[in-house]
């Protein structure tokens, strides 16, 4: 049985022997020295992070972290607005909270897939009737739940800082805004830029109703990005990952979670950038496999390059009058 005890615990000497007790403290006072005090003003600002250690296997140290967690971690604060300068005051009367992250599958048994949302103001009530923004219409929140490990515990009231689950049948995605009163639409979450593509290939084709389902879901939880070739039949779909990593976790999750076989072609391109351009005009580029044209889900185009320098010479060359943007600046230019 493992048991916390503080330096000042006269227990320690049962545990620890003298000798072993001084270089405790000894080890502590070099620390303190070559450390600086803890700034809690840098830790608002993310400057400074806190670290912990402890061990996961036998949870020793599990309750400390939660405690300390709570100590120091801030109020929540205001969140900004798509369109402007504007923040939502945690303390605003109206309700609003923002889905951070989806999670497919947490039951098997019942295939569910959880939206996680944050309460940013507000407070929340079990089968309030709400704003979806982003889809136009109005939600009922009626089931509501705290998720730890594989336990849930039904939630009736919620604040601003606190996190709940929502049961989704897809309604929801990453960035969407809940909201009553006058409509909000908070910023959305950065998204980083890929730079590893591969072509998913579908090996079994009595399975191919699940292997879309399960692409689409997986896409939904930002576990990847999806592009196809446009007027292409039969178009197999190319991913776009930040690391090698989210390939083996996407072909792992479709085989286990929808039972269907895939493998992976690796391509060579490096550097993705979004077309800003009329249909018109992306017609008239002189596409080809040194410059790749796709398109997202959204149906706005992408091309893929080998690396920056062909990039930089193709978009010189043919479309100088023609955005070429990154994932971010795609998005800071939807926001504005």
């Known amino acids: 049985k493992l048991e916390v005890v503080h330096l ?25 020295g070559a450390l600086p005090a803890f700034d809690s003003e840098g830790l608002r600002q993310a400057r400074i992070t806190p670290v912990f250690f402890g061990s996961a296997l036998t949870n020793f140290g599990v309750q400390l972290f ?31 909270g923002f889905i951070f ?15 996680f949302l944050r309460v940013c103001s507000g407070k929340f009530e079990r089968s309030m009737l709400v704003k979806h923004p982003r889809e136009g219409k109005e939600v009922r929140l009626s089931s509501s739940h705290r ?25 929801f995605a990453i960035g969407d805004t809940l909201c009553t009163g006058p409509e909000v639409e908070f910023e959305p979450m950065p998204r ?25 879901q997986l896409e939904k939880e930002g576990a990847i990005q999806v592009f ?50 009329p249909k018109e005009a992306i017609e008239t580029l002189p596409w080809s496999n040194n410059a790749f044209r796709l398109e997202d889900t959204r149906g706005r185009t992408v091309a893929l390059f080998k690396n920056e320098w062909m990039c930089n010479s193709f978009h010189d060359a043919y479309a100088k009058e023609i955005p070429f943007r990154s994932i971010r600046e795609l998005e800071l230019a939807l926001v504005e």
């Open 8 to 32: 000042g615990d006269p227990r320690l000497a049962e545990v620890l022997g003298e000798k072993e007790i001084e270089r405790l403290h000894e080890d502590i006072e070099l620390l303190d």
């Open 66 to 96: 939660f405690d300390h967690f709570v100590e120091l971690a801030p109020m929540p604060g205001p969140r900004r607005v798509v369109g402007g300068e504007a923040l939502v005051p945690a303390l605003e009367d109206n309700f609003a």
């Open 101 to 115: 992250k989806i999670q497919s599958n947490m039951n098997p048994q019942h295939r569910d897939s959880v939206a």
């Open 147 to 171: 998720l730890f490990a594989q336990e849930r515990q039904t939630v009736d009231e919620a604040y601003p800082g606190d996190v709940i689950g929502l049961i989704s049948s897809g309604q």
């Open 192 to 216: 980083f830029q890929p730079e590893h593509f591969a072509r998913l290939i579908h090996t079994d084709t009595n399975r191919y109703k699940q292997f879309w389902k399960g692409l689409g």
């Open 228 to 277: 196809y070739q446009p007027g292409v039949m039969g178009r197999e779909p190319v991913l776009a990952a930040v690391g090698e990593l989210q390939f083996d976790v996407v072909r792992s999750r479709l085989e286990a979670e929808y039972n269907t076989e895939t493998r992976m072609e690796r391509l060579s391109y490096t550097v993705a950038r979004w077309v800003d351009a």
